[in-house]
């Protein structure tokens, strides 16, 4: 056999350029955390509808009776806040255990080697989390439809504070899911600060009504201004600022969203 002519030397396999954005792998992480969830639905979509209506009916049918929150049925005043719940654990809950697992499983290398850039990943799990969030807050609004009136008085905070949550709570999944190393250390951002400021954060009660120090920690609460922003959309009336809530969704997206962007971009618990 002839020796091969040097013009004619086979070169390695050059990477691909993307000059903007690579929106087949983009969509396909994207498409791949929807169908994560969708796969398992009976965990990921039924559970938290049956968890709104068991407090749907623990606190309006047995606690709040025919009592008025702002001018409005109890029932009326607490749903939001049940249906905000919702989209903030399900996003927050998608990201987390999708990159946990993946590390668990020693899968992580099916993230980094395809090429996507830190900007790509970060859309794809945040977009897949929000999905995932503002699926289960849908399905949950049409759950608690029969015990509570919900008129939309202003939709576009509806949708602003909705997504906005969703994301602030996908990326801090994202968070999460690259920090932890185990289950518990997941377990503890859920236990000791999630639930904490979920709960404090005026879902069931006027946070004026909470004693010292709580009221003051309430009105520090992130997830406070999102409750009340949400719940203004369908009630008209809200409890805080909806100036200081507008201006605080948007930081914290921008801010959690530029973490998750250099913890991608460094390789941060990815990369040896």
Wanted: proline residues 6%; charged residues 10%; aromatic residues 14%.
């Amino acid at each position: 056999m002839k020796d091969m002519a040097l013009t004619e030397a086979v070169l390695p396999p050059q990477p691909r350029d993307y000059p903007s954005v690579n929106w087949v792998g983009l969509q396909t992480l994207y498409v791949r955390e929807v169908r994560r969830f969708i796969k398992v639905g009976m965990q990921t979509l039924a559970a938290p509808v049956v968890t709104a209506l068991l407090y749907m009916l623990v606190f309006v049918v047995a606690v709040g009776g025919g009592r008025e929150v702002h001018g409005v049925a109890y029932g009326t005043f607490v749903a939001p806040g049940l249906i905000m719940m919702q989209i903030l654990s399900n996003a927050f809950a998608n990201s987390s255990s999708s990159l946990l697992q993946a590390k668990f499983n020693g899968l992580m290398g099916d993230f980094i080697t395809p090429p996507l850039s830190p900007f790509e990943h970060l859309a794809g799990f945040g977009a897949g989390a929000a999905t995932r969030g503002l699926f289960v807050g849908a399905i949950s609004m049409l759950a608690v439809l029969p015990f509570a009136r919900l008129p939309a008085a202003e939709p576009w905070a509806i949708l602003y504070f909705g997504v906005g949550a969703a994301l602030i709570m996908g990326f801090l999944g994202i968070m999460a899911g690259l920090w932890a190393e185990k289950f518990d250390h997941m377990a503890a951002v859920t236990n000791f600060v999630i639930m904490p400021m979920t709960f404090l954060s005026g879902t069931f009660y006027l946070v004026e009504k909470l004693p010292e120090p709580f009221r003051t920690f309430s009105k520090f609460n992130p997830i406070f201004y999102l409750i009340d922003g949400f719940r203004y959309g369908f009630i008209g009336r809200a409890e805080g600022s909806l100036g200081v809530g507008m201006a605080m969704t948007a930081g914290l997206v921008l801010a959690f969203g530029w973490i998750c962007y250099r913890m991608f971009k460094t390789g941060y618990k990815i990369k040896t």
